[in-house]
């Protein structure tokens, strides 16, 4: 079956300018999570959604970052009036089930290189 | 709070030579601990996860890794390392707290040569 997709691959756009990123997991998998992948941070969890449950949200860096989930599945990260340091690779995951135990893997798709000039 | 940290940025083996990333954390809980591997231009791929029960556990690839708990360590190895494994390695921990986000290590970038 199909992985976590993502789109677009690539992305430059200038400072200050608004992006969005989308992620379309695996279907049947009901928790939904973004990472960050930068040169200076690694990898930082930015947010978590389980199922029609309230979204974790401790990861977003700042308000400029949003995301939501549109029915369950598909998921859209905005990032508002961006900056330099926002280039990173943006990462999607998806698993089964996301509460509890945690022993569920997490499925990763090939993420979204954000460059902003 | 759970963290997880990996020694060596770079290794560098040569074909055929033994693999060894280190990887220490420390959580309040007990662990659950995740090893993924990064090719250029992919995401993460899961190499093996510890959950409960054995210590050592197996995942794709020939990579193993064991649990120590009072080394708090779940260092990854590969008896015989070939060309195809160069790629960055993540170790990662399961933050408590109900939750399954995964707090990860800087990384570590494998190089192999002939």
């Known amino acids: 079956g199909a992985g976590v997709s993502q789109s677009p691959s690539n992305k430059v756009t200038e400072k200050g300018k608004d992006v969005e990123l989308r992620c379309d997991p695996i279907?049947?998998?009901?928790?939904l999570y973004w990472y960050r992948q930068s040169l200076g941070q690694g990898l930082e969890f930015l947010i978590y959604f389980q199922g029609n449950s309230a979204p974790d949200k401790s990861g977003l860096p700042s308000d400029r970052f949003s995301a939501e989930r549109t029915g369950g599945s598909v998921s859209t990260l905005t990032i508002q009036r961006t900056q330099q340091e926002d280039s990173a690779v943006y990462l999607c995951?998806?698993?089964?089930?996301?509460?509890?135990?945690?022993?569920?893997?997490?499925?990763f798709g090939p993420g979204t290189r954000l460059l902003v000039l | 709070a759970q963290s997880v940290t990996q020694l060596g940025s770079h290794v560098s083996v040569s074909e055929g030579a033994l693999v060894l990333l280190r990887c220490n954390y420390s959580s309040s809980v007990p662990p659950y601990l995740f090893w993924y591997v990064q090719y250029p231009n992919q995401g993460l791929q899961l190499l093996l996860k510890?959950?409960?029960?054995?210590?050592l556990v197996k995942g794709i690839n020939g990579f193993e890794a064991e649990f120590k708990k009072s080394e708090t360590s779940f260092h990854l190895t590969k008896p015989s390392a070939h060309m195809s494994d160069a790629a960055e390695y993540f170790c990662?921990?399961?933050?408590?707290?109900?939750?399954?986000?995964?707090?990860f290590g800087a990384g570590t970038r494998l190089a192999v040569h002939p």
């Open positions: 279907s049947g998998h009901t928790a």
């Open positions: 990662a921990v399961r933050q408590s707290g109900g939750y399954n986000k995964l707090i």
């Open positions: 995951a998806s698993s089964f089930s996301g509460g509890g135990r945690g022993q569920e893997t997490q499925y």
């Open positions: 510890y959950t409960t029960g054995a210590t």
